[in-house]
């Protein structure tokens, strides 16, 4: 009877923990999540591991169209290896269209893969991030999916504004679910050339 009280006071914990966590509006949240996304992207920038590292969630997972899914593990060596290359390209992102509720907010995102002395992009993908409020009270990503096949868009109505997204299927190739037979080379996604 004393462990199973035990047991059931270290599952409650956090449960404990994310009750006392505000509750926000959607727009509060989405105010948040934007806010923690820039301040990712500036560590990005700078370079800093365990700022990078802190907007994701221990449980992520991260899709990239063609390579199979991975974790925090994975994706904290892809960055670390990134960090260690000098002067290499950069991913810029530009926010498209947020989707928010008080417990999730859903980032979509185009990347761009800018040359470390300016010019054209060297590749370009999309990006859906969907950030949620963990147990300390911090939105953090919990699911990434990236995608570059073109022949799905997801966009708002009047193109980059606020709004419902829609397929937009006015492309060459057919609307139709994409996996490469061969993995992907992550190198791709994170600019390692």
């Known amino acids: 009877m004393k462990i199973r009280f035990l047991l059931l006071l270290a599952a409650a914990a956090p449960l404990a923990a994310f009750a ?15 806010a923690a996304f820039e301040t990712w992207n500036q560590a990005v920038i700078a370079k800093d591991l365990d ?14 169209q063609g390579s ?15 960090f260690g290359r ?15 509720s008080p417990t999730m907010v859903t ?12 010019g054209k992009p060297l590749a370009e993908y999309r990006g859906v991030d969907v950030f949620q409020l ?20 997801a966009m708002s109505p009047a193109h980059h504004s606020p709004g419902p997204a829609e397929a937009n299927a006015a492309k060459e190739q057919p609307l139709v679910a994409f996996r490469a037979t061969q993995p992907r080379d992550l190198d791709f996604v994170f600019g390692h050339h």
């Not at 700022?51 to 990239?64: D, V």
């Not at 199979?68 to 990134?82: N, V």
């Not at 980032?107 to 300016?118: C, I, Q, T, V």
């Open 20 to 34: 006392d966590c505000r509750e926000d509006t959607a727009d509060e949240a989405a105010a948040q999540v934007r």
């Open 51 to 64: 700022k990078t590292m802190a907007i994701f969630s221990p449980s992520i997972r991260f899709q990239f």
């Open 68 to 82: 199979p899914d991975f974790g925090y593990a994975r994706l904290q060596t892809i960055y670390s290896q990134s």
């Open 86 to 100: 000098e002067n290499g390209p950069e991913w810029q992102p530009l926010v498209e269209n947020l989707i928010a």
């Open 107 to 118: 980032l979509f995102n185009e990347w761009k893969l800018m040359p470390a002395g300016g």
């Open 134 to 153: 963990e147990a300390d009270c911090q939105w953090r990503v919990t699911a990434s999916l990236n995608y570059a096949d073109r022949s799905v868009l």
